[in-house]
């Protein structure tokens, strides 16, 4: 047997990781059985001084992930995928509010660089009311369809990368669910623009209020890449369907490669990746990942994650 054909055999005998199609090098694998594995909140930049109040506005009230048994009020403990816990975002329930998850990494090398998961996401369940809540946004409740589906905003994955000499630049993916008057787009997106930084909003160049899109806050600044895709949100808000995502990209090339979501491949080596004009400093092999969600309506929006794995060809 040659080594790929060990290394197969291995893969394929661990149910944890042959639901997984990882590069030849596996940089993490998080199973949120057994902890968070290093995702955590992302919070803005403050000052010397350690005084938080300095964290921009938009940046300070993100939330931390958790670890969830996906608790609903109707059926009680959903579980995950595999195992009992999954990695929970939740938003405030107030429009336009965002949740993240990042997590932290350097690079050993330049190439491919790959993220799967399995991901499900969902509207905060609501009991009790008038007959209003019957409809919203697209949907009206005839049975089958559940008007908390258009109360979903959007949910985001992306990486912040940095090398060659400071040279720093975001690739980043965005299922729309909805626009912000909650009418369905189901399209993915990306940022044409890089994302605005703690120095910019120091200089006073640009100011993001509470609730505003941090990744790229104005509307005109996205561009829907491949076909809009339907994903399985389930009737209702507590039934819990696995999505899996693979996504690609170049750290050598600095762009995009694909996306695979569910049994869709999308090619995403002309979506733009426009880099900071300005090096940064104490940057050097930067290589963050973060998952967002994010909600258009005053209802609380979960992503959540059975599982992570991260893999290079270096």
Known sequence: MTTSDVRSALLAADPRLSKFSPLPRILAFDEFD???????????NYNGRGDLSTVDDHMRDFRPPQLSACNF???????????????????????????????????????????????????EATLGGGSELDTFGDVQWDGNTHPSEAQFGAFTVATDLCGDGGLRYHTVARYQNTDMDNHFTRRWMAPTVPEPTPREHFEGKVKLEYAADFTAPNPEDWQQ???????????????????YLRWVVDTEKRRNVELQVNDRV?????????????????????????????THSNVRNFLFLDSVLISVDW
């Open 73 to 123: 009020f109707d059926i009680g403990t959903h579980g995950a995928l595999s195992g009992t816990y999954a990695l929970k975002l939740a938003t405030r329930p107030h429009k336009g509010h965002t949740a993240v998850a990042i997590r932290r990494l350097t690079m050993s090398g330049r190439g491919l660089v790959q993220l799967e998961t399995y991901f499900a996401f969902k509207s």
């Open 34 to 44: 057994s902890g968070t594995h290093g995702w955590c909140e992302l919070l803005g």
């Open 225 to 243: 890449f491949g076909e809009p895709q339907e994903l399985c949100y389930n009737e209702v808000p507590t039934k819990v369907n696995w999505h």
């Open 266 to 294: 999308m090619d995403m080596s002309d979506v733009p990746v426009p880099p900071y004009e300005e090096r940064y400093e104490t940057l050097e092999n930067l290589l963050n990942f973060y998952f967002s969600v994010r």
